[in-house]
């Protein structure tokens, strides 16, 4: 069966720090993966998808990047936090194929001082 | 492009009652995909069901039915006798014809009291 799994699952940062978190995905081979932040008591918000290594597509413009060097590997890193990006940020990971939905990690809560 | 639109932030139920929750989505696409997704306090994305378009039966999953309005553009949640482990936020999504993106609404909050 296939399994997602984010890491870490707190952290805080001072502002100005790196961040890098990772998500893997076991079970599959060529899925699409997703992060999403999630502001308190609101929806989801897509930063950015892949649809394979090395192919990143940026929903918003924003000091987040992320990387994709294996097919089952995905990595959201900034060079210098905000406090604005403080948030929950989700990974998730799906099949290519539409009608398939999207599954989700256990989430990072990231809290910037 | 899309949007979702979820007209009720926080709604209530009675253990064992019946409750709807509301979507609207607004799109120029006739060929989509529509899910609801529950997060608990959690915080986990859990899958609770999903409607093809071009499919005019409502799905059902056990005690959440939909109700799919595609002329209105409405994509409703009912959940039958609730139950005090359906509080949680409730999130309607929308997948077209990209097949990559989901849009999601901003949630509705779920409690269930006793």
């Known amino acids: 069966s296939q399994t997602i799994h984010q890491w870490p699952a707190t952290l805080v940062q001072p502002v100005g720090s790196p961040l890098s978190l990772e998500c893997t995905v076991e079970?599959?081979?060529?899925?699409?993966l997703y992060w999403y932040r999630q502001a308190a008591g609101r929806g989801l918000q897509l930063l950015f998808y892949s649809v394979g290594i090395g192919q990143i597509s940026s929903e918003v413009p924003q000091n987040l990047s992320a990387s994709r060097p294996q097919d089952r590997q995905f990595i959201l890193s900034s060079k210098k936090l905000l406090l604005s990006d403080s948030g929950f940020y989700l990974c998730?990971?799906?099949?290519?194929?539409?009608?398939?939905?999207?599954?989700f990690g256990d989430g990072t809560r990231l809290s910037i001082l | 492009a899309q949007t979702v639109t979820q007209s009720q932030p926080e709604m209530s139920v009675q253990e064992a009652e019946t409750v709807t929750l509301s979507c609207t989505y607004d799109?120029?696409?006739?060929?989509?995909?529509l899910f609801w997704y529950k997060q608990p306090p959690s915080r986990q994305m859990i899958l609770v069901i999903r409607?093809?378009?071009?499919?005019?039966q409502n799905a059902t999953e056990n005690r959440f039915s939909v109700n799919f309005q595609k002329a209105a553009k409405s994509f409703s949640l009912k959940i039958s006798d609730s139950q005090l482990g359906d509080a949680a936020m409730y999130f309607c999504a929308y997948v077209g014809t990209s097949g990559s993106r989901l849009t999601f609404g901003e949630g509705t909050q779920l409690t269930v009291n006793p």
């Open positions: 409607q093809e378009a071009y499919k005019q």
């Open positions: 079970g599959t081979s060529n899925p699409n």
């Open positions: 799109t120029s696409e006739s060929d989509y995909y």
């Open positions: 998730a990971w799906s099949v290519r194929s539409r009608d398939q939905p999207q599954h």
